[in-house]
């Protein structure tokens, strides 16, 4: 994946119905789509400056298998 940063906004639901929501670098991409579809990105998402109330201003790494949706926001 490249070294560009390109910041986007989402909300991703995981399988156990938890939904984070923060900050994801698309890098090259232009959308959330192309990048989750991706088959040369990472199988881990960091998603950073997290908004949850227990990890506020975290950083949450989230296996792309576990992803039920994604969208920007």
Do not use: H
């Amino acid at each position: 994946m490249s070294d560009m940063l390109n910041k986007t906004k989402v909300a991703v639901c995981l399988a156990d119905g938890t939904t984070v929501k923060g900050l994801l670098n698309i890098g090259k991409y232009q959308r959330l789509s192309d990048f989750l579809n991706s088959k040369d990105a990472d199988p881990f998402l960091i998603v950073y400056e997290v908004s949850q109330p227990e990890t506020a201003d975290k950083v949450i790494i989230i296996n792309r298998n576990q992803i039920v949706w994604a969208m920007p926001e």
